[in-house]
C-alpha cells in the first residue's frame, strides 16, 4: 500500500489506502519555493510603482513573499471577512496589487481585486445581490463586469503569482486580463470517472487551511459535482474558525460578512453525507458550522469513514483542493461541448 502525502498547515500528512478500495488520486503539484519568482517579482514591482501607486498586497499571496516586499505597503481583508460598511482610509487613483490567485467555488478566481469591491457602494451591492443568489443555486458569478467597473473606480494593475509546478510565472495586467489570463489556464478540472464512496480532501496546506473560514471558500471546488456518501477534510485551522462563532448562527444577520454564506452553501453540498475532519480546531467548533466528527489523525478518520462499507468500496483523494475542481466525466463532456 503506498502512502499519499496530504498538505497540512506547514506540513504533510499521509495515508494508506488498499490498492483495491483506491479509485484514484488527484494531485496538483505547486512550487512552494517561491526563491526562483522572488528576484523576478521585485524587478515587476520597481517598474510599476511609481508617483502616487498605492501598493497592495492580497491575503491570497505566500507569507514569505510578503516578507520580502521592500517598502509600504496595504495588506487587503479577504472580501467575504469584509463589512458592507467598510470605507477606505483615503481615495486611491492608481493601485498595483500583488497576489497569488486560485479558483473560487462561486466567483470564479480570488485574488483579483474583489476584496476592493465593498469600499465602492454601488459596485458592492449589485456584487453581493448576485453573490446571494449565487450561494443559493451554486452557479459561478462573472466576475468580469464587476472588475470592469472596480478599473472605472481606481486605475489597477494586478500581478499574480502562478505556482503550478509544470509552469511557475509572473503574469500581469489589468483586473480583467489577469482573470482571462487564469481562464485560459484552466486550473485542473479533473473528471472523476470512477464513482467514490469516500472523498478525501486537504485543502492544499498553509495559508489554504489557516483557518475552517479560508478553507471552506475552498473545499466546495471539489465537493459540487462528485457523489459520494463520506467526506475526509484535511483542515489544520490553527487560527481557528477564522470568525466569531456568533456569525454562524442560523439568525445571523443579514448584514454578516459573505464568508457566512459560504459555510450555509458548503453545509448544504455536505448535507446527508457522514463529514470527518482532521484538524486542531475542536470538535465543538466544527459541530457548529458542519456539524462534523474530529479525529487527531488521518488514520483515525479514515477507519471512522470506512465503517460498515463493503471491501472494495472505493475512495477518492485531492491533495490540493486549492487549485483543483472535481467534476464527472458527464459533466467535463459537457463543458468543452459549451466550449
Known amino acids: 500500500m503506498p502512502a499519499v502525502w496530504l498538505p497540512y498547515g506547514s506540513t504533510s500528512i499521509s495515508i494508506r489506502v488498499d490498492i483495491e478500495d483506491l479509485a484514484w488520486v488527484v494531485s496538483r503539484q505547486l512550487v512552494f519555493d517561491y526563491s526562483m519568482l522572488a528576484s523576478s517579482l521585485k524587478d515587476i514591482l520597481k517598474d510599476s510603482i511609481r508617483g502616487e501607486t498605492t501598493l497592495l498586497v492580497d491575503p491570497t499571496l505566500p507569507n514569505f513573499l510578503k516578507e520580502g516586499i521592500a517598502g509600504s505597503f496595504r495588506e487587503l481583508l479577504s472580501f467575504d471577512l469584509l463589512s458592507p460598511v467598510s470605507t477606505m482610509e483615503d481615495s486611491m487613483q492608481s493601485a498595483c496589487l500583488v497576489s497569488c490567485p486560485h479558483p473560487d467555488p462561486l466567483i470564479g478566481f480570488r485574488g483579483l481585486g474583489e476584496n476592493l469591491f465593498p469600499f465602492y457602494p454601488e459596485l458592492w451591492k449589485d456584487f453581493t445581490t448576485e453573490f446571494l443568489e449565487a450561494a443559493e443555486s451554486g452557479e459561478k458569478i462573472d466576475l468580469k463586469p464587476y472588475l470592469n467597473e472596480l478599473r472605472s473606480n481606481v486605475d489597477l494593475k494586478v500581478i499574480m503569482l502562478i505556482p503550478l509546478a509544470s509552469d511557475p510565472k509572473i503574469l500581469s495586467g489589468s483586473p480583467v486580463e489577469a482573470y482571462e489570463a487564469l481562464s485560459s489556464l484552466k486550473p485542473s478540472l479533473v473528471s472523476t470517472q470512477t464513482p467514490v464512496q469516500v472523498l478525501v480532501v486537504s ?82 467548533l466544527l459541530r457548529i458550522v458542519l456539524d462534523c466528527r474530529a479525529h487527531d489523525t488521518l488514520l483515525d478518520a479514515y477507519r471512522a469513514s470506512r465503517l460498515f462499507l463493503a471491501k472494495g468500496s472505493k475512495t477518492g483523494i485531492v491533495t490540493h483542493a486549492s487549485f483543483t475542481i472535481l467534476c464527472s466525466e458527464v459533466l467535463k463532456n459537457t463543458l468543452k461541448e459549451e466550449a
Do not use: M, W
Request: with cysteine.
Open 203 to 284: 485543502a492544499g496546506g498553509n495559508p489554504f487551511d489557516e483557518s475552517l473560514s479560508r478553507a471552506i471558500s475552498i473545499i466546495p471546488n471539489c465537493l459540487q459535482n462528485v457523489e459520494c456518501d463520506r467526506i475526509i477534510l484535511a483542515i489544520e485551522g490553527l487560527k481557528g474558525l477564522g470568525l466569531s462563532p456568533d456569525l454562524v448562527a442560523d439568525n445571523a444577520a443579514p448584514s454578516s460578512p459573505l464568508i457566512v454564506k459560504y459555510i450555509s452553501f458548503c453545509r448544504n453540498l455536505l448535507n446527508g453525507k457522514t463529514v470527518h475532519v482532521v484538524s486542531a480546531i475542536p470538535e465543538s
